[in-house]
């Protein structure tokens, strides 16, 4: 059976990867915000016609798939924070059970 010390230090680690996945969603979102808004702007403006129209579309969908895989990304970091927590007190109850804790 685990120690109290390595069940908070288990959620510690979780909680910490959950952490990394938030910042890379949120340094994708900067990316989609600053450089794909601006990129797509400026290709409106200065380039016109069919396949202006076209390029612009397929980048659009490209954006919406960018943009699903960073609240996949977000709700991934969010599951695996409250699974650790959940599992931390549990594990903790376990322990105090047990007369261990």
């Given at each position: ?13 979780a909680n910490e990867r959950a952490?990394?996945?938030a910042d890379i969603a949120e ?52 599951t695996i924070s409250e699974i ?18």
């Open positions: 059976m685990k120690n109290e010390y390595t069940i908070h230090m288990e959620c510690k680690q952490e990394e996945l340094s994708l979102r900067a990316i989609r915000k600053n450089d794909v808004d601006d990129f797509t702007a400026m290709t409106g403006r200065y380039w016109t016609g069919e396949n202006s129209r076209a390029f612009l579309g397929k980048v659009n969908q490209a954006v919406s798939k960018l943009d699903e895989n960073i609240s996949r990304i977000d709700a991934a970091a969010q650790a927590e959940q599992t931390k007190a549990a594990e903790l109850a376990a322990l105090q059970l047990a007369g261990k804790g």
